[in-house]
């Protein structure tokens, strides 16, 4: 009752670390698309903020043009007093444009610094995602040994109880057909149980001669 028991608790524990095997290989596959999202968002960080510098620089040269346009506008106000006044009117909302579209190109710069670290951050937590499911993967092989090992000790015990029940066998078929020869043959039984399985438990169980 104990064997069979045992053998239970051994084929349980045994479906429990495959079950758990399954379960560590869906995550790990659950972090590897984690990471490939978390790639494809960082370059789409990086094309923004590529973007954003380009905006940038047109902003900046935006900027120079109206500063030209408006070097243009004051020699044009020697030459014309309205002429220069709608000009210059003309200038300062070009000017006006120019900072605020610079604003904003800051502006899309922070937001675009603020998106890579946040890749970079999930990029750190998919590599720890990866070193636990490796972990997990690890236990998981180490059950199974630990259960293949439990496994072997059963089929030991099985050959133990098989080889008993020979040995009993033997000796009863020896108590009915040679009882001259019981004493030696009992030792002889006995010194081969002992130097196959290395104890004593059946040699306690044999009668005395």
């Known amino acids: 009752m104990l064997f069979c028991y045992y053998l239970c608790c051994s084929v349980v524990y045994l479906c429990c670390s ?13 972090s590897v698309v984690y990471l490939c999202c978390s790639v494809v968002y960082l370059c789409c960080s990086v094309v923004y903020f590529c ?5 940038l620089c047109c902003s900046v040269v935006y900027l120079c043009c109206s500063v ?18 709608v000009l210059l009117f003309i200038s300062v909302v070009l000017l006006f444009t120019s900072v605020v579209l610079l ?7 922070f937001i675009s610094v603020v998106l890579l670290f946040i890749c970079v951050v999930l990029l750190l937590i998919c590599v720890v995602l990866l070193f636990i499911c490796v972990v997990l993967l ?6 199974l040994l630990y259960v293949l090992f439990h496994v072997l000790f ?5 050959l133990y109880y098989c080889h008993r029940v020979t040995t009993q066998s033997q000796l009863t078929n020896i108590s009915y057909h040679n009882n001259s020869n019981k004493t030696k043959i009992i030792k002889r039984l006995k010194e081969r149980t002992s130097s196959c399985f290395g104890h004593r438990l059946l040699i306690n169980k ?4």
């Open 18 to 30: 495959v079950f758990y095997l399954c379960c560590s290989v869906v995550y790990l596959c659950c």
């Open 51 to 55: 973007c954003s510098v380009v905006y």
């Open 68 to 85: 030209v346009y408006l070097c243009c506008s004051v020699v044009n106000l020697c030459c014309s007093v309205v002429n220069c006044v």
């Open 103 to 109: 604003f904003i190109s800051v502006v899309l710069l």
């Open 138 to 143: 690890f236990t998981c092989v180490v059950l």
């Open 154 to 158: 059963l089929c030991k015990c099985v």
């Open 206 to 209: 044999l009668p005395a001669a």
